[in-house]
């Protein structure tokens, strides 16, 4: 039995828990017990279950002066003899943190939980009401983050995927550039998407991240084909960081890209980038610069290999060498004694370009090239660069824009603008018919319209258009977001005339298309 000072008794239980000073079955805020008139008990008003012992420390010394001040405030008493009676089946501050009264059991109301907090239908340490937390996981009774990877209350939302809508305004000069799946004329990197590719956004769908928070996968994770997009570059569909699967382009390094990705050995040339050569490890080896020996002349830069070494050009001219002292790589030539031999190369069309194909006179030779010296003004009627695919016609060069009916005079082609492809002015499809389009991802064709003036076209083909300054899905359009309207609905050769399609839009929703037009135009190349 305790006594205060002035000799009155003392009588209280007390337990020290590691929440707090609760006498058994006391309530809430400080209460008299029986058993004297100094008599008092202390609890704890508040709760902090997710404290340490050193964090509890200052709130436990707050009770100590507030037990002292209670002592002098009733009968003069300002310390207390003997000793307190504690009840051990409250347990002790060793044994509080994750073991704190009532934690972890099953509730319904807050008021069933001496913290205040029914959360998941225990009794929590907290609200833990956050993004991806919960309190009857693996420690019940404790807000813990969900595993990373999973997300049990669907908290994390997928992203929509914007629609192309109508054509935008005209993005001024500077702005990114475009990105097209037709080849069309975007003006920046063109994605050759392969015949029945897939692409999955449920792939790059947000999960929690084991930090309370949502996390989108990256474009480490694939979501749908994986093909080559050119020789020189590998394509992929993988998520964006932001819950999309869209194509992820990566350049290949050394090696060319064949069936889906970039290859990692060789056998022939043609296994290896522009830059590169096969060598006899079965490595792409970058190709040497001049005066390095070589043994072939796919193994240089220049593309020359002339007395065991990389040359600067062919050097095949009487008296010419690679080798010469003090200038290995160089070719030099009785017509250069002082420097190093180059060719010029013919003008005949007079459109400002040397002949592609221009060699020096010989016996299989077309004579259309002559011996210079670095540095020199070229002859009359000769250009430092051989660019001219067809040096008989002057409409034939490097950037030609506009378009033709009949072959070039001289080769007999309609690659007017050397770029090694015949592109034509009328687009094609055969076998399509004007039909509206049906939502981004499916692009299925539809014979009546779902908005009113909704423009029809020939084909709904997936793509990327412009939404702003970004991309988006979108079918039936060319990476401009233009709608592919216009067109031939058959193959048409180069200089023969076809009939054009126009077609036209619907004037009621849900309506079929009206005001399709046709007419015969002639098919131009360039």
């Known amino acids: 039995m305790a006594t205060c000072d002035t000799g009155a008794p003392f009588s209280p239980q007390l337990a020290f828990l590691g929440r707090g000073i609760v006498p058994p079955g006391s309530g809430p805020g400080f209460v008299p017990l029986l058993g004297g008139s100094g008599g008092f008990v202390l609890r704890e008003l508040f709760h902090y279950p997710s404290q340490t012992m050193s964090s509890r420390t200052p709130r436990l010394l707050f009770a100590a002066a507030f037990v002292t001040l209670s002592l002098a405030a009733v009968g003069g008493c300002t310390s207390i003899l003997g000793s307190f009676e504690v009840d051990p089946s409250l347990g002790s501050e060793a044994g509080a943190e994750g073991g704190a009264e009532g934690l972890g059991k099953a509730c319904t109301t807050a008021a069933e939980c001496p913290s205040g907090f029914c959360t998941d239908g225990v009794c929590c340490e907290s609200k833990c009401d956050g993004v991806c937390e919960a309190c009857n996981l693996a420690e019940k009774g404790k807000c813990l983050p969900h595993a990373a990877g999973t997300d049990p209350d669907k908290e994390c939302k997928p992203t929509v995927r914007p629609d192309a809508g109508p054509p935008p305004e005209p993005v001024e000069a500077g702005a990114d550039a475009d990105v097209s799946d037709d080849g069309g004329d975007g003006g920046g990197v063109t994605i050759n998407l392969p015949e029945g590719f897939t692409q999955d956004d449920n792939a790059c769908a947000p999960s929690c991240n084991g930090q309370r928070a949502c996390g989108y996968p990256g474009v480490e994770k694939n979501c749908g084909t994986k093909f080559c997009n050119t020789k020189e570059s590998a394509g992929q569909f993988a998520c964006d960081g932001k819950g999309l699967c869209d194509v992820s382009l990566s350049t290949c390094d050394a090696y060319t890209c064949k069936g889906d990705a970039c290859g990692a050995s060789c056998a022939q040339p043609e296994d290896c980038l522009d830059t590169h050569f096969c060598n006899a490890q079965g490595k792409c080896q970058a190709r040497l610069g001049n005066g390095v020996e070589c043994g072939l002349s796919t193994q240089c830069q220049s593309g020359f290999c002339v007395d065991g070494v990389c ?72 250009k430092e660069k051989a660019d001219d695919c067809d040096d008989g016609d002057a409409n034939v060069f490097p950037g030609q ?5 009949t072959a070039s005079n001289g080769k007999g082609t309609f690659d007017y603008n050397c770029n090694g492809a015949v592109d034509k002015e009328t687009l094609e ?21 779902s908005t009113l003036n909704e423009s029809a076209s020939l084909t709904c083909q997936f793509g990327r258009s412009r939404c702003g300054l970004n991309l988006c899905d979108a079918c039936g359009r060319n990476a401009k977001g233009a709608v592919l309207d216009k067109g031939f609905t058959t193959t048409v050769q180069c200089g023969a005339i076809g009939t054009k399609t126009d077609c036209g839009t619907c004037t009621t929703r849900g309506g079929g298309v009206v005001g399709t037009t046709t007419s015969s135009v002639q098919q131009r190349c360039h």
């Open 311 to 382: 040359c600067n050009s062919e050097c095949n001219t009487t008296g010419a060498q690679c080798k010469a002292p003090g200038k290995v790589g160089q070719c030099t030539c009785p017509q250069c004694p002082n420097g190093t031999c180059r060719l010029f190369y013919k003008d005949g069309d007079g459109d400002g370009f040397g002949d592609k194909d221009g060699t020096l006179p010989g016996a299989t030779n077309n004579g259309t090239a002559v011996i210079g010296c670095v540095g020199q003004v070229p002859p009359a009627g000769f």
């Open 429 to 449: 499809y055969p076998g399509a018919a004007c039909r509206f389009c049906g939502p981004p991802k499916t692009c299925a064709e539809q014979t009546s319209c």
């Open 401 to 405: 824009t506009q378009w033709f009916t």
